[in-house]
């Protein structure tokens, strides 16, 4: 029951909150970049090296490059960043749904002291959509709090962000923070077709205290990440999501299969299989999950445009 309820409340947070707008009016739209988190105050996004170890100290956010050495202190904001348009030549003409479209979600009831250790998917890039219009996709699977204000997620994305891309399929690892900071790695390009593995694993915590999380994508090296995040990290999704379709034609054709989701607890044991994935569906397009293989060991989460 509390599972559920934390499920209801991640689903209204997050995909709505990220995107919903209100644009002040000093704000131009040159200064909103995309990202995971949708349209975003460019001053909020922050590029760091593939690598790099984001810790929360006190109030401030460090940035370390690989080395440990200091690449940049961030102030997160107080209150909620400056809310987010979703702008750009091709959001100004989309027809269709943007924003998280599409997603499978598991919520863990565990206590602090067991959190979720790894959660680890296998899939493959698919081949380019037909019709390119200046669209973006991004497809991952990511982990946050129970209120769903950040996220940490190895994304491959097809079209451009704030970080870069085109008109072809790339890989980068991402960690929003309370809505508030967004950091992303650099990204690499990624053929169609192409094997990825992609890991969250906890490689150290103090229950309650502070959760240490590396994101790696196996087939997209580049794509890598540490952050030590204040919360726990409850929440497992794997998503969709969208910006400036028009067209069904703006998606790959056929289906993404997520094979091999796994998941562990920090004790080592998998979640118990009383428990199943939710599924998400904004049914405004028809794109829909499939839960093939409704597990946590070896589970099959199938996207299908
Ligand atoms: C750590 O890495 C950064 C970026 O590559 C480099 O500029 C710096 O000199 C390195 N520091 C040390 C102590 O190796
Ligand atoms: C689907 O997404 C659109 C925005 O693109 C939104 O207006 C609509 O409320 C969403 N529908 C659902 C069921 O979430
Ligand atoms: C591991 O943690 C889970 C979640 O709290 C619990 O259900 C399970 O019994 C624990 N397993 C062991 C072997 O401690
Ligand atoms: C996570 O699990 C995968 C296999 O599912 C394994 O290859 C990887 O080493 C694990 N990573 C961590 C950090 O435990
Ligand atoms: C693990 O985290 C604790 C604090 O939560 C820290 O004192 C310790 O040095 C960390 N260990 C490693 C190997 O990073
Ligand atoms: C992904 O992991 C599987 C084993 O879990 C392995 O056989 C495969 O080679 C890995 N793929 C890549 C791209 O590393």
Known sequence: MVALLRVAACVLLLPFALSTPTPTPAESESDLVLTPSGYQNRANVHHVPSGAHIMHVADKIHVLHPNGTL???????????????????????ATMASGWITYASWVSSAPDTQPIKNFTTSFTSPQEPA?????????????????????????LQYGYSSRGGGSYWSSGAWYAFSNTEFFASPLEPTPDNWALNATIGLTNFTAGTGYTYAINMQGAPGAKLTVTSPQNLVWATIALESYGVTSIKNYPAGS??????????????????????????????????????????????KINY
């Open 71 to 93: 690449f940049k202190v961030v102030t997160p904001k107080i209150k909620a960043p400056t809310p987010v348009v979703a702008r750009s030549a091709a959001s100004a003409a």
């Open 256 to 301: 993404t299969s997520f094979n091999q989701v796994s998941l562990l607890l920090s004790n080592g044991t998998v979640p118990a299989p009383t428990q199943s994935w939710a599924v998400f569906n904004n049914n405004t397009d028809g794109i829909t999950t499939t839960v093939v293989a409704n597990k946590f060991n070896g589970g099959v989460v």
């Open 131 to 155: 019709s390119n219009i200046g669209q973006t996709l991004f497809l991952f699977n990511g982990l946050c709090p129970a209120d769903g204000t950040s996220i940490i997620q190895p994304v």
